[in-house]
């Protein structure tokens, strides 16, 4: 399992209860229902993968022991393969590298229970049967009328909005501070010397230790 999978799973659900259904009304409002119906799957598609988050990080967690269990035997091994090598050496080195692997795999799984508990928060502000709804379709992944599903996130298309943009802006936020860490405050002007300056008081210099001799 991984953020693929879940994400052909939405595209299989979303044919399934779309088929046979059509919702332009008229010529002239073909244009504006299919930009209202491209925002409806958007949504829904991010809906969808928060709902699936927390099945996400429960996988990766099992699959977790495996994981560090083979690079710690792989690191145990390493000498015996190239004695030659300075760096298969290092075990040290190697086990320093493997515990920032587990910090990395940790904040990551993290960030994936933080999308489930997103799903979980939009559906707190909406009506218990709107809810119900998101939750037997997103999380439970059970068939439901599309048309129904489609005037419920429109129903609530503020409010799911609002909270991914809000989101959004904490994300950004974050990357201008680690931005600002690790490149420092914006580097200050440093006037660039007049040569011409420079060379006259130079010879100027030499003149009056020529006239000291």
């Not at 977790?64 to 000498?79: D, K, M, N, R, V």
């Not at 997103?118 to 992944?141: A, P």
């Amino acid at each position: 399992m991984n953020q693929t999978t879940i994400s052909e799973a939405y595209r299989e659900h979303l044919a399934l209860i779309t088929t046979g259904t059509d919702f332009v009304t008229g010529e002239e409002s073909e244009q504006f229902i299919s930009t209202l119906e491209y925002r409806v799957r958007e949504i829904s598609y991010s809906l969808w993968m928060d709902a699936n988050a927390n099945r996400l990080a429960n996988y990766l967690e099992k699959k977790q022991a495996e994981h560090f269990t083979q690079l710690y035997e792989f690191s145990f091994g390493i000498p015996s393969y190239d004695n030659d090598d300075p760096f298969s050496n290092r075990t040290d080195t190697l086990a320093l590298m493997i515990i920032d692997e587990k910090a990395a795999y940790k904040k990551r799984i993290e960030r994936i229970r933080l999308q489930y508990k997103r799903f979980n928060d939009i559906c707190e502000l909406i009506s218990v049967e709107d809810s119900e709804l998101f939750i037997r379709y997103f999380e439970q992944s059970r068939k439901v009328d599309y048309e129904t599903l489609w005037d419920t996130v429109i129903r609530n298309l503020a409010i799911i909005s609002e909270r991914y943009w809000h989101d959004e802006q904490i994300a950004e936020e974050k990357t201008k501070g680690v931005s600002t860490t690790i490149d420092g405050e914006a580097p200050k002007i440093v006037l660039r010397p007049d040569m011409s300056k420079c060379m006259k008081r130079q010879e100027k210099l030499r003149k009056l230790f020529a006239k000291g001799r």
